[in-house]
């Protein structure tokens, strides 16, 4: 009983300090802090307590070597980041003098802004030309379009091993495979949904409309369940940005439509068992995953494997730290190698993601625990700050909503994503160039569209005296 208060407590104080830090948890008008609060509680905060409650019956639970100290140190550490990581937002924000509730309501109530359209579609037409045929490219060698072969393979076709087979596959180089394909496709989609919102021209949204269907092929061609759920995520986020807000008799309908999504993609991908079972298919996955591996890391590290002590950064980083990159290891891909022998027996295993304060535990203990609910707090709000200070055109619209989705995504992946991601750095470079290029008064692009302009003119008035002669 004392364990169901103290997280009934944690969860008023949660939302309490989530709701200043965010201005507003209303979901019509979600932003970063937001949608990372409704993800915290559905994924973590809400299986814990199930846990508290006695309905511990996953399988996750079942391989704790000592199922009863393990929920006790799992509700223990959730307690304490409910409360402690809203409030390091809040405080962040109180020493970046940031008024969030203020400048955000500001940011959904300004006009959006275009400069050079015309100049800007040209741009992203020639990228996504560019991206698509090296797309139409990776198809060719993965040998079929993966989203089709959802709906129509045949009898023997298993997508988990075929998820491994398609992962060591790339076209011309790894790199501009995960660059310009799987990157680079759906952030120019979103760019130019807004362009299309924004101006209202066919030639915006046939583009919107080619780069959306190569973004669906892109992002289930892994045969994966999420990355479509996030990328549509995007879409509407871009829209509630786009129009100020997205009342409540909209956003539930449209909740169950992303559901239905999720639902029918666990069908399709052969999923036998009932749909609502909470200790399988999408609860399962949502409610416990997280929950499970999170009491794997408290369980494993130190008294299995010694603490990590940074492996898990990326080898640039651990380049940049002195340590030898072949050193680098991810916690949540040793949990699986450790708890989840028999997938990774048969080459079906992944790896086991959790809360991002699992992997701070794994490589520093308690205190790595502490200061990545720190350091998460002080990016999160360096990104609001930063994000509302700027002008609201189409590719901030589309960074903030890009960004929004990928810190949730991000917050059940792993802390050390928290410092480096080349992702998040590659987007924010694509923003930039637009953004400077074409979405802000440039002098160097507005002489050259006057020289353009002239030559033009010069051109007309020739051949008009031509035919007069």
Same mark, same amino acid.
């Given at each position: 009983?004392?364990?169901?208060?103290?997280?009934?407590?944690?969860?008023?104080?949660?939302?309490?300090?989530?709701?200043?830090?965010?201005?507003?948890?209303n979901p019509g008008k979600l932003n970063i802090v937001s949608f990372i609060y409704y993800v915290f509680m559905?994924?973590?905060?809400?299986?814990?307590?199930?846990?508290? #409650?006695?309905?511990?019956?996953?399988?996750?639970?079942?391989?704790?070597?000592?199922?009863?100290?393990?929920?006790?140190?799992?509700?223990?550490?959730?307690?304490?980041?409910?409360?402690?990581?809203?409030?390091?937002?809040?405080?962040?924000?109180?020493?970046?003098?940031?008024?969030?509730?203020?400048?955000?309501?500001?940011?959904?109530?300004?006009?959006?802004?275009?400069?050079?359209?015309?100049?800007?579609?040209?741009? #992203?037409?020639?990228?996504?030309?560019?991206?698509?045929?090296? #797309?139409?490219?990776?198809?060719?060698?993965?040998?079929?379009?993966?989203?089709?072969?959802?709906?129509?393979?045949?009898?023997?076709?298993?997508?988990?091993?075929?998820?491994?087979?398609?992962?060591?596959?790339?076209?011309?180089?790894?790199?501009?495979?995960?660059?310009?394909?799987?990157?680079?496709?759906? $952030?120019?989609?979103?760019?130019?949904?807004?362009?299309?919102?924004?101006?209202?021209?066919?030639?915006?949204?046939?583009?919107?409309?080619?780069?959306?269907?190569?973004?669906?092929?892109?992002?289930?061609?892994?045969?994966?369940?999420?990355?479509?759920?996030?990328?549509?995520?995007?879409?509407?986020? $871009?829209?509630?940005?786009?129009?100020?807000?997205?009342? #409540?008799?909209?956003?539930?309908?449209?909740?169950?439509?992303?559901?239905?999504?999720?639902?029918?993609?666990?069908?399709?991908?052969?999923?036998?068992?009932n749909i609502l079972d909470v200790y399988n298919g999408p609860l399962g996955r949502t409610l416990y995953?997280?929950?499970?591996?999170?009491?794997?890391?408290?369980?494993?590290?130190?008294?299995?494997?010694?603490?990590?002590?940074?492996?898990?950064?990326?080898?640039?980083?651990?380049?940049?730290?002195?340590?030898?990159?072949?050193?680098?290891?991810?916690?949540?891909?040793?949990?699986?190698?450790?708890?989840?022998?028999?997938?990774?027996?048969?080459?079906?295993?992944?790896?086991?993601?959790?809360?991002?304060?699992?992997?701070?535990?794994?490589?520093?203990?308690?205190?790595?625990?502490?200061?990545?609910?720190?350091?998460?707090?002080?990016?999160?709000?360096?990104?609001?700050?930063?994000?509302?200070?700027?002008?609201?055109?189409?590719?901030?619209?589309?960074?903030?909503?890009?960004?929004?989705?990928?810190?949730?995504?991000?917050?059940?992946?792993?802390?050390?994503?928290?410092?480096?991601?080349?992702?998040?750095?590659?987007?924010?470079?694509?923003?930039?160039?637009?953004?400077?290029?074409?979405?802000?008064?440039?002098?160097?692009?507005?002489?050259?569209?006057?020289?353009?302009?002239?030559?033009?003119?010069?051109?007309?008035?020739?051949?008009?005296?031509?035919?007069?002669?």
């Amino acid at each position: 009983m004392a364990k169901i208060v103290l997280l009934v407590v944690a969860f008023l104080l949660s939302t309490f300090f989530f709701k200043k830090a965010a201005g507003t948890l209303n979901p019509g008008k979600l932003n970063i802090v937001s949608f990372i609060y409704y993800v915290f509680m559905l994924q973590t905060f809400t299986g814990t307590f199930l846990v508290a #409650l006695g309905l511990d019956g996953h399988y996750t639970l079942a391989y704790l070597l000592d199922k009863e100290t393990g929920c006790v140190n799992l509700i223990n550490v959730i307690t304490i980041i409910a409360i402690l990581f809203p409030l390091s937002i809040v405080i962040i924000q109180k020493m970046l003098k940031v008024e969030v509730k203020k400048q955000y309501d500001k940011f959904l109530q300004q006009k959006v802004q275009l400069c050079h359209s015309k100049c800007c579609y040209c741009f #992203l037409l020639m990228l996504s030309c560019i991206s698509i045929l090296l #797309l139409i490219g990776l198809l060719y060698k993965i040998g079929y379009i993966p989203i089709w072969k959802l709906f129509f393979a045949g009898g023997n076709f298993d997508s988990s091993i075929e998820r491994t087979r398609i992962s060591t596959i790339y076209f011309l180089h790894p790199y501009i495979t995960n660059i310009l394909v799987l990157t680079s496709i759906p $952030i120019l989609s979103y760019i130019s949904f807004v362009y299309a919102l924004v101006t209202k021209e066919k030639k915006w949204y046939a583009l919107t409309g080619i780069l959306f269907v190569a973004s669906i092929i892109v992002k289930t061609y892994k045969f994966e369940k999420s990355p479509m759920l996030f990328y549509l995520a995007v879409l509407l986020l $871009i829209y509630i940005y786009y129009k100020g807000e997205i009342r #409540l008799r909209y956003m539930v309908p449209i909740g169950i439509g992303m559901v239905g999504v999720l639902c029918l993609l666990y069908e399709v991908l052969g999923f036998n068992g009932n749909i609502l079972d909470v200790y399988n298919g999408p609860l399962g996955r949502t409610l416990y995953t997280e929950v499970g591996t999170l009491a794997y890391h408290l369980e494993l590290f130190p008294q299995t494997f010694g603490f990590l002590k940074g492996r898990s950064f990326t080898p640039t980083v651990l380049k940049m730290l002195g340590i030898e990159p072949e050193l680098h290891i991810r916690s949540a891909k040793l949990v699986m190698a450790f708890y989840g022998s028999e997938r990774v027996y048969d080459n079906t295993a992944g790896v086991m993601n959790t809360l991002f304060v699992g992997e701070a535990y794994a490589n520093w203990g308690y205190w790595g625990v502490f200061f990545s609910v720190v350091w998460v707090a002080f990016v999160i709000s360096c990104m609001m700050a930063i994000i509302m200070k700027l002008k609201k055109t189409p590719s901030i619209i589309a960074f903030f909503a890009f960004i929004t989705i990928k810190m949730g995504m991000m917050l059940e992946g792993g802390f050390c994503d928290f410092v480096y991601n080349f992702e998040m750095v590659y987007v924010a470079l694509i923003i930039s160039i637009i953004y400077i290029i074409f979405e802000r008064e440039n002098r160097f692009l507005n002489m050259a569209l006057q020289k353009i302009s002239k030559t033009r003119g010069y051109t007309h008035r020739w051949l008009r005296k031509c035919k007069k002669k």
